[in-house]
């Protein structure tokens, strides 16, 4: 599990842009920020599912998606580039700690700041939420995930090992 830094100055994205028209550094396309909706569940998984390091289940069925973003309304954002869906992060809470899942930036818009916007939205949903501290996800396997995570200022947690069971056996 990789933890957000202690310290953290939440902005709008890369040099301070306005979080709802984010500009790209290297393409010079205009990028739109808005929370994830269940109209945008079938471009979020095909996005997901062409994405390296990010593990679907029926956990991401589309009733259980539309459960989680009406559990944790507006802190899902998808990021769209003329009208298509290039960007998409799962961001909720269980009312302690935040949590995100799935980021996941479309291979001919990364690296232009938009994976961090979105982590950026979702971090300032979940200030306005009251929480403090947010955590992710990484799969051991996804070195490309866990430097850019890295990169943006999240620490490993190396003290915790997560275990799971199916809660129906």
Request: aromatic share 6%; hydrophobic share 40%.
């Amino acid at each position: 599990m990789i933890r957000a830094p202690r310290s953290r100055t939440l902005h709008a994205g890369p040099a301070g842009l306005d979080p709802s028209r984010l500009s790209s550094y290297t393409t010079g396309m205009q990028y739109v920020l808005r929370p994830f909706t269940m109209n945008d569940y079938d471009a979020a998984v095909a996005l997901w599912k062409t994405a390296d390091g990010i593990g679907l289940s029926e956990a991401d069925s589309r009733g259980n998606i539309a459960r989680y973003l009406s559990v944790n309304p507006g802190m899902s954002h998808v990021a769209e580039a003329d009208g298509v869906i290039v960007g998409a992060v799962l961001c909720g809470t269980d009312g302690r700690r935040g949590f995100l899942h799935h980021l996941a930036v479309a291979p001919a818009h990364r690296r232009t700041g938009m994976g961090r916007a979105l982590v950026d939205k979702c971090l300032e949903s979940l200030a306005a939420a009251g929480m403090r501290k947010c955590h992710i996800f990484v799969l051991a396997d996804n070195t490309a995930g866990q430097r850019f995570w890295s990169k943006i200022g999240w620490e490993e947690r190396t003290t915790l090992k997560v275990m799971s069971r199916d809660v129906v056996r």
